[in-house]
């Protein structure tokens, strides 16, 4: 069975934690919330909580290095870490490195990063197939908003499903719209 890990599962991507489990994927979930972890796991049984915070690089390798032993490196990793916390993302890809297969990586990103600038500053691994999804806003009429989390799974899952290197959900301009 695949194995995915979904970094942000328990909030705005928990509809793509359950699409995963619904399509094949054993998924770890990482999630500091026991409550929010307790909802998805009663949702199916292919989910399995890594309760971390995952700014805590330490423990964040031992629990990622047991979810490893116990099921198997990552063959799709679904990232969504907040840009003061780009180590995580880095401890996360290289402690799935360490074995000889190929695997993806959608990184999640929020609209007030660069992606071409976040892409520069990593260090992808050979066998990792990288790729963004920019989380943009929504124009209705004469107003905007920011994108819901059943769109931000949609667009997620939309990302998961094309494999190419960029996916926009919403839109990033006008700038000027940008709630």
Known sequence: MKHALVVGGTGMLADVVEWLAKNGYFVSVIG???RKMNQLLHKNSRIKPILVNYRNEEDLQEKLDLAI???GAFDLIVAWVRSDAQRALEAIMVQNSGYLKEWKLRHVLNSGRDAADV????????LCHY???QLGFMIENESS????NEEISSGVIKAIQLNQPYHLVGVMEPVEKRP
């Open 32 to 34: 500091r919330d026991a």
């Open 69 to 71: 032993q116990q099921d």
């Open 119 to 126: 892409r520069a500053n990593l260090e992808i691994p050979e």
């Open 131 to 133: 790729s963004q999804v």
């Open 145 to 148: 908003r920011w994108l819901t």
